[in-house]
């Protein structure tokens, strides 16, 4: 159980097109979920946290009209990369909060390849 | 400002050898404190997790020790397998439900 999915897995696109990752939680509901990103050799670096049914909190830093994140259901979140440049290279992890746990168990997927030519 | 950090950035080891990865973390609000796995191109693999009002847990092959007092993280692989070769994270939470703080990460590389 607590699987995360992410589709696609990876994608190359244009410099200037708009790219749209999503997060499914498979056999659970996920009320936050959370979008990372990740650089060669790197740690995860959180951008946002996602919340069912309302805006979401982005970390210091992180453009939230550039990277444009909605979670419309209690099994799936979006992250939109708006007018992607080169620099937005870099590996997209999200992770799903498993409600039923007690912890709240973060699980994660297993990420997406942005390369922006 | 908040970080979680690791002693070692890569850690080699020789097959059925047991190992060692350590983590600092400088949160004492911390509440809570996991393991990830991850392996090349692919997500955070949750390994092993241990609340702050505890000291050890095990798991298959793998222990977790908190040391509050130093604030200090470790965990240990017994029998290191080839598959273990990885990069692995701790990550600190300082609430229910917050935001995880992921430390630098230890690639973990086993000789066969």
């Known amino acids: 159980g607590a699987v995360v999915s992410q589709h696609p897995s990876r994608v190359i696109c244009k410099s200037g097109t708009s790219v749209k990752i999503e997060c499914r939680s498979l056999?659970?509901?996920?009320?936050?979920m959370f979008w990372y990103r990740q650089f060669p050799k790197k740690s995860l670096m959180l951008m946002a946290t996602?919340?069912?049914?309302?805006?979401?909190?982005?970390e210091q830093g992180v453009e939230k009209d550039k990277f444009l994140i909605n979670h419309a259901s209690l099994t799936l979140s979006t992250l939109t990369v708006t007018s992607a440049h080169p620099e937005d290279s870099s590996f997209y992890i999200c992770s799903a909060i498993h409600a039923g746990t007690g912890q709240k168990t973060q699980y994660f997927g297993p990420g997406t390849r942005l390369l922006v030519l | 400002g908040e970080s979680v950090g690791l002693h070692l950035p890569t850690l080699s080891v020789q097959e059925g050898d047991n190992s060692i990865i350590n983590c600092a973390y400088s949160?004492?609000?911390?509440?809570?404190f996991i393991w990830y796995k991850q392996e090349s191109g692919k997500g955070p693999q949750f390994i092993i997790d241990i609340r702050s009002n505890m000291d050890k847990r095990q798991g298959q092959r793998v222990t977790v020790l908190l040391n509050k007092t130093v604030k200090h993280l470790s965990l240990q692989i017994a029998a290191t397998q080839p598959g273990d070769s990885a990069v692995y994270f701790c990550a600190e939470r300082a609430n229910q439900g917050g935001k995880l703080i992921f430390g630098q990460g230890t690639e973990l590389s086993v000789k066969p």
């Open positions: 056999d659970f509901q996920a009320t936050t």
């Open positions: 949160n004492s609000a911390s509440d809570y």
């Open positions: 996602s919340n069912e049914g309302s805006k979401a909190t982005y």
